[in-house]
């Protein structure tokens, strides 16, 4: 039995959870012109994958993941601006689909945080080098 | 030192940052993804018919004046099967149910509605997931709310309950 059991599970097929259905043709084909290609590719590694929430949809083997990269490269090879679908995909999912954060509201925070820190620092070091001389 | 308050900032920003830690361990995390299409039209969309005997799904079926919940399942997806007595109870409350069926096949839709029932008026089949990427939806089961001129009101993510029963009536009546 003890043997038995683990062969079984060998033999156990997995469950097929994701349903079944097309992968949309531009889920997995690369652009014909590469530049256009290259440009999809920057901004699909700059899009978050709904379904397996910490990779991008270019890293993501998601059905979701799939159908975004189709809809990156549509609308890329229509010759749509990258920040115009990066916008077209807030515009559906919020700002949380990008791992690319706005310049404004919190976003600003973030993009103006290090220099904040780094003129802080400076100001801080220039006491201390004072008093020394 | 002539400015001793200057010693305390260095506490205050630890203060902060540990605030902040303790805030974000208290908080309940929210893994659920919302879509950001409430208060929007529902975007253009044409489904095949997701199985025989049951009408196809496009935007204008919904649209013509009856608030009525939109309902995003998959005959492979278990919570779908948990909320399927509590969309037969919301059909009885005169609510008129559509639904979008995600990655499936005819005969599997046929047989889920012949096991739990058919609340549907209308069922769309998306196989490529290219409507609910337009929705903003990011899973199944998923329920909409849609006003009678085809305006997104209200996203519930995740199986209907019993407890979410009245509360979904009460949206679809106050669309009315």
Known sequence: ?133 | MNRPWLLWIPLAVVAFIGGLAIYGLAVPKDDQVHSAMIGKKLPEFALPAATAGVPALSNTDMADGKPRLLNIFASWCLPCKAEAPHLEALKSAGVEIDAIAIRDKPEDVAAFLAEFGNPFRRIGSDSELAVQLKLGSSGVPETYVIGGDGTILFQHIGDIRAEHVPMLIEKVNAAK
Request: aromatic share 10%.
């Open chain 1, 1 to 133: 039995m003890r043997t038995f059991v683990p062969l079984l599970l060998m033999l156990a097929a997995p469950v097929w959870a994701q349903g079944s259905g097309p992968t949309p043709a531009l889920a997995n084909r690369q652009l014909a012109d590469p530049a256009q290609e290259a440009q999809a590719m920057r901004l699909m590694h700059g899009l978050r994958c709904i379904q397996c929430q910490g990779q991008s949809i270019a890293d993501s083997d998601a059905d979701m993941a799939g159908t975004m990269r189709a809809e990156v490269r549509q609308q890329i090879a229509a010759g749509q601006k990258p920040h115009a679908i990066r916008s077209w995909m807030i515009d559906r999912y919020g700002e949380w689909v990008s791992f690319e954060p706005d310049m404004k509201g919190a976003g600003l925070l973030l993009w103006i945080a290090p220099f904040l820190i780094f003129f802080a620092a400076i100001w801080l070091a220039r006491g201390l080098f004072r008093r020394r001389t």
